[in-house]
Nanobody
């Protein structure tokens, strides 16, 4: 069982930056690939990025590539999402997720555990 708690969301102007954090409970954190998803009002939850168990491999949605960076600290059970050059279209609730499968990493069904989400609002 893994519990995930996100933090770091807030209101920022377009062009600004935010860093989200996700803290995981349990001793098995390093056995999970970690992902970030987001959901805007009236839209489906969409994949943002994922990092492998060791942190050696990352994958990004085209919409955030070059602006967002995912990282993890397995010693501290933390995963981060650094978001730069934010746009109003990035406004959403951001969710951290843990998944043991390395297949279909962009699908919500791949992930076993989810956090409660943190709101990110980017004003124009």
């Amino acid at each position: 069982q893994v519990q995930l708690v996100e933090s770091g969301g807030g209101l920022v102007q377009a062009g600004g930056s935010l860093r989200l954090s996700c803290e995981a409970s349990g001793r098995t954190f390093s056995t999970y690939g970690m992902g970030w998803f987001r959901q805007a009002p009236g839209k489906e939850r969409e994949f943002v990025t994922r990092i492998s168990r060791s942190g050696a491999n990352t994958y990004y949605a085209d919409s955030v590539k070059g602006r967002f960076t995912i990282s993890r600290d397995n010693a501290k059970n933390l995963v981060y999402l650094q978001m730069n050059s934010l746009k109003p279209g990035d406004t959403a609730v951001y969710y951290c997720a843990a998944g043991s499968s390395g297949l279909r990493i962009t699908s919500v069904t791949t992930y076993d555990y989810w956090g409660q989400g943190t709101q990110v609002t980017v004003s124009s």
